[in-house]
């Protein structure tokens, strides 16, 4: 004969069911964190742990390029920092004039984008000169770095740059990393090896790659 259910066995089942539920939410936790700790750091790399992870100098805060920047291309034309935003860019800083340590850099940037293999297409590069009729070899672009950015600008915004990234001239000839949100999040000493520069951006490249497939898991 069934005995009648009383309060105190619906609660009892209740709390066992939601006892249960547990190991689920323990397991989404598990699954999640590495997407969510992705995201954030794809968001706010400036936050990334100062740990040897991280070859370059991580900039705390990043540095946004300064307002009224007056960038041209070579053509004379203006540049629009936000054509390259939406990437990762590999920016090279320099001078007045790309000599054979800017041409080396611009080398090792080339190969390193290309060591990304399929991550390459997530990454820009351009070089920054600091000066507005800087000489740079058209045909030296155009063969050797086909896909590169160039955008000149004048002695002021060049001043202004190096202030906002806290220093002087010897802030130029230097990697520096800009994030798709248009700041500029990391940088390189001059002498930096470029297997350094890789390692930091497979890293990043990851984890916004898994960033990308938990926001579009489960979705068309």
């Not at 400036?46 to 053509?75: F, H, I, Q």
């Not at 590999?90 to 790309?98: H, I, N, T």
């Not at 000066?131 to 896909?147: K, M, R, S, T, Y």
């Not at 990391?186 to 916004?208: F, H, N, Q, V, W």
Request: charged share 20%; with cysteine.
């Amino acid at each position: 004969m069934t005995r009648p259910a009383t309060p105190g066995d619906t609660v009892g089942g209740a709390v066992g069911r939601r006892r249960s539920l547990w190991p689920l939410w323990a397991m989404i936790a598990v699954f999640a964190a590495p997407i969510l700790a992705a995201w954030f750091y794809f968001l706010f790399p400036e936050y990334l742990p100062e740990t040897r992870s991280n070859r370059g100098e991580v900039l705390k805060p990043a540095v946004t390029l300064p307002e009224g920047l007056d960038l041209s291309t070579m053509d004379g034309e203006p540049f629009d920092p936000a054509s390259i935003e939406g990437a990762w860019t590999l920016v090279y800083l320099a001078a007045g004039s790309c000599d054979q340590a800017c041409i080396d850099h611009l080398m090792q940037i080339r190969q390193i984008r290309l060591g990304l293999g399929e991550g390459r297409k997530l990454v820009e590069r351009l070089l920054l000169i600091g000066d507005p009729n800087g000489p740079v070899e058209q045909a030296l672009i155009d063969e050797a770095f086909a896909g590169m950015g160039v955008a000149h600008m004048d002695a002021g915004g060049l001043a202004a740059l190096l202030g906002a990234l806290g220093s002087g001239p010897e802030g130029l000839g230097r990697v520096y990393l800009l994030d798709p949100q248009g700041r500029l999040a990391m940088r390189y000493a001059a002498d930096a090896p470029p297997k350094d520069i890789l390692k930091d951006l497979e890293r990043l490249l990851k984890g916004s790659k898994n960033w990308i497939k938990g926001a579009n898991y489960g979705h068309n």
